[in-house]
């Protein structure tokens, strides 16, 4: 028997938001942050190890159900949420053309190029 649980309405909705403004796949999202961590170098036995926060824990907060969700996956979805968000609204005036501004998108897992 299945038992279906119950979230938070609060929880639902800002497990919505965060895959709104996340929009890059979790794979992409690995792969950049570990070129932007350290480079090629660090592809060895165990490269998470070399991955920047907070975009560890995004792609924690990735590889989950909502249903798994800890207080510390719900808090850096808040996080990630408001951190986009004040980027968006910062947008410098060369726009996307701006390297260090989308880059801090991309490491929230944001990518400005994406349509949607």
């Known amino acids: 028997m299945v038992r279906e649980q119950r ?3 609060q929880v639902e909705e800002l497990w919505e938001s965060f895959h709104e403004r996340v929009n890059v796949p979790s794979e992409k999202l690995r792969q ?3 070129t932007r961590g350290s480079g090629e170098e660090t592809f ?3 490269p998470d190890l070399g991955l920047p926060e907070p975009g560890r824990r995004i792609l924690r907060v990735l590889t989950k159900r909502k249903v798994d969700l800890t207080r510390d ?4 979805m808040r996080d990630t949420i408001d951190e986009i968000e004040n980027l968006l609204a910062a947008k410098p ?3 996307n053309a701006d390297d260090r501004w989308r880059h801090a998108l991309l490491d929230l897992g944001h990518d ?3 349509e949607g």
Do not use: A, N, S
Not at 73 to 76: C, G, V
């Open 7 to 9: 979230l938070d309405p």
């Open 32 to 34: 950049w942050l570990l």
């Open 44 to 46: 060895g036995p165990d």
């Open 73 to 76: 996956d719900i808090e850096t």
């Open 93 to 95: 005036p060369r726009g």
């Open 112 to 114: 400005v190029l994406v």
